[in-house]
């Protein structure tokens, strides 16, 4: 799955590229919007969310 990210500023610029990502994908998709990209959208969201949730806890745990 990759190398961890240790500091907060590397987990946070981690979650700035994930979002820009999100919304190139979304920028790209024309209408009308078929299911498929739907999903692929809603499978980005859903791993963004969870790694944000997972730094969070990180932090929590650092406290």
Same mark, same amino acid.
């Given at each position: !799955? ?5 500091? #907060? ?7 700035? $590229?994930?979002?820009? !990502?999100? $919304?190139?994908?979304?920028? /790209?998709?024309? /209408?009308?919007?078929? +299911?498929?990209?739907? @999903?692929?959208? +809603?499978? !980005?969201?859903? /791993?963004? $969310? @969870? #790694?944000?949730?997972?730094?969070? #806890?990180?932090? #929590? @745990?650092?406290?």
């Amino acid at each position: !799955m990759g190398k961890a990210l240790e500091g #907060k500023d590397e987990q946070f610029y981690y979650i700035k $590229n994930r979002v820009s !990502m999100l $919304n190139d994908v979304v920028q /790209s998709v024309d /209408s009308p919007v078929d +299911e498929e990209e739907l @999903e692929q959208v +809603e499978l !980005m969201i859903r /791993s963004l $969310n @969870e #790694k944000v949730l997972r730094f969070q #806890k990180d932090r #929590k @745990e650092e406290q």
